[in-house]
C-alpha cells in the first residue's frame, strides 16, 4: 500500500544539518566578513579588480556574436504563449550559450565569471525566461556541481553534453520541503548488487525540469553498514525508466519558464553518478550557490539599465503642466533613485564577479550580498518605473502596441523580479545565512555562550576563551581611520563615504557584540535584529563597490570617470540616509510588539477583523499537497527543446 512521505525533524536537527553542510574554514581573506568584524579592508577590494586582457579580449569577441542574434528574439512571443520558441533554445545552443563557463577543453565557451554575467545580462534582455533558462542549466543545474566535485570522468561524460544544449535541472524542493533540508523525504537506496541507487521522491518547482535532459537529484541515503549516508547529489538522465514530469507549473511572471514537479519512482541510478562522497550532497549545493548566486544580481542589473533607459527617454517626452515630467521634483527623485542605485548594482556585480574569477578571496558572503541586495533594490526600481509611467506603466506592453504606442512592458518588469526575492534562498533566509557567516568567528570564540543547550561548565569554559578574544578585538572598534579628516584622500570628494563605511563598520560590529551580550543564546531569534545588521552590511558593501569603481575609472583616464564619480557620489548619499535608518532601527522598533501581536493572530484573537469578506480560495484544495511512494498516475510532460546529446559527447 502506498504511504505518505514525509520526514520529521527537530529544531536542533535542523540546524545541525545545515551547520555540517556549511563550509566552516576561511582559508581566504573576505572582505565582507572582515567588514562585518568591523575592520574595514580596502585593500582586499582596491584598487578595483579588473579582468585579465585575455579574458576581457573573450568576453567582448563572444558578446559580440551573441548580441545580434539575442536582438533578432521576440520577447512578446515568448509572453503571449507561455513558452520558449524551440528555435530560440536552438540558436542559443548554436552559440554556446549552454557552455559558457564550461572549460574549452570540454567544448565550452570557457567565459570567466565577468563574461557570464554580462552574456545573461544580453540574453535576459530579450526575456527574463531566457535567463533564467541558462542561469538555471549553469548556475545550480550539472556543469557547476561537476566542476566543483565531479570525477575527472563525470566530466568528460556530461559537461561535452551540457556545453552542447543538453538542458539541466536542479532537484531539490519537495511539496513540503523549502529551505529546511532535515525534512527530505526523497531517498535514494543503495540497490543489493552495489552498483546503483535506486531513487523515490517528488520534487517541486523544478526550473528547467520539464525541458531537461539531465538532472541534479538531491535524495537522502539510509545509513547502513558501508554506507555513510546523508543527503547526497546525483547526475540523472531526464528519461530514465521511473521518471515522470506530472505538472508544468504557471506563476505571475516568468512566462516562459519550464518549471514543473517530477515524480522519481524506482529510478535506477548508476554508483557512477553519484557526485562527491555519499552525504556530500547539501554542501556541494550550498558550495555552488557560492557563485551561482551571481546570476541573480546580472539580471537585476540588467532590468535596472533597461529601467534608466526607458525613464531616461520617457521623462524628456511626456509632458504636463508645460514642462517634461522628468524636470519635476517628485519624479526627478525617482529617476535619481533609479540612476545611483543602477551604477551601485553593477559596480557590485563587478567586484563580486572579478573577485571570483581572481579566487583571492572567499566571496561567500559578498555574492550572498549581492543577490540579496540586488534582488530588493532592482524591484524598488522596477515599481518606481511603473509610477513614473503612470496609467502606462500599469498597462501591458501588448495594449500598448494594440493602440500604436511604444511597447514598454513595465507592469512585465515587476512580475519578473519578483521571484529573484525567493529565487535560491528568499531574502528572508539569506539574512539568516549571512548572518550566520559574519557571526562564524563570534561562534566560535564564544559557541558555548550562546548555546540555548550547552552545560555549564561548557558555558564557563568558553567564558574564558572569549575573555581573551573580546579583550583584543572590542578596543579595535573604538577608533579607526574613518575619523582622521585626510583619510582615502586618493578618492577626493569620495573618501568622506568611505569614511562612512569604516566608521559604521565598526560601529556595526559593536551592536552585534552589545546584542550577544544582552539576548545570549537568544539572538539567533532576534531575526529582524540580524536582518538589519546583514542589510546595513549590504548598503556598505555597495557604498564601498561604488566608490571604488569610480576611483578606477578616473585613475585610467576614462572619458566616463567624471560621471561615474557623480553617480557614486549620489548613491552613497542615498544609502547612508538608509544605513542610519537601519541602525536607529537595531534599538528602536516594535519588534517585541509585533511578535506579541503575531502570536494573537496566530491563536485567533483578531478572527473578527477577517469578517465582511468571502475567501473564493476556500475549499479548493489542502495548503500543501501530500504525496505518497509509488509510481506515477499522470501524463509525463518532459518535453526537451533539443535532440538527445547521450552517446555523442561521452568522453570527448
Known sequence: MATTAKVDATEEQARALVEESRETSWAKPSFAKEMFLGRFRLDLIHPYPQPSDEDAARTEAYLARLRPFCESLDGSVIEAESKIPDEYVKGLAELGCFGLK????????????????????????????????????QSIGVPEPLKLAGTPEQKAEFLPRCAAGAVSAFLLTEPDVGSDPARMASTATPTADGEAYEINGVKLWTTNGVVAELLVVMARIPKSEGHRGGISAFIVEADSPGITVERRNSFMGLRGIENGVTRLHNVRVPKRNLVGREGDGLKIALTTLNAGRLAIPALCTAASKWSLKIARQWCTQRVQWGRPVGEHAAVGEKISFIAATTYALEAALDLSATMCDEARNDIRIE????????SEMSCQIADELVQIRGGRGYETAASLRARGERAVGAEQLVRDLRINRIFEGSSEIMRLLIARE???????????????????????KAAVGAGGFYAKWFPQLAVGAGTVPATYAEFGPLARHLRFVERSARKQARSLMYAMARWQAGLEYRQNFLGRIVDIGAELFAISAACVRAQALGSAGAPEAKAAEELADAFSRQSRIRVKQLFDALWDNTDDDDRTLTRNVLDGRYDWLEEGIFDPSEGTGPWIAEWQVGPSTETNLLRPFLPSTRGSHAGT
Open 102 to 137: 564550461i572549460p574549452q577543453e570540454y567544448g565550452g565557451q570557457g567565459l570567466s565569471q565577468v563574461g557570464y554575467n554580462r552574456a545573461l545580462m544580453l540574453v535576459g534582455s530579450a526575456h527574463p525566461s531566457l535567463g533564467v533558462l541558462l542561469s538555471a542549466h
Open 367 to 374: 555574492a550572498a550580498l549581492a543577490k540579496l541586495w540586488a
Open 438 to 460: 559574519m557571526a562564524d568567528a563570534h561562534m566560535a570564540a564564544a559557541g558555548a555562550l550562546v548555546d540555548r543547550n550547552a552545560e555549564l561548565k561548557d558555558k564557563a
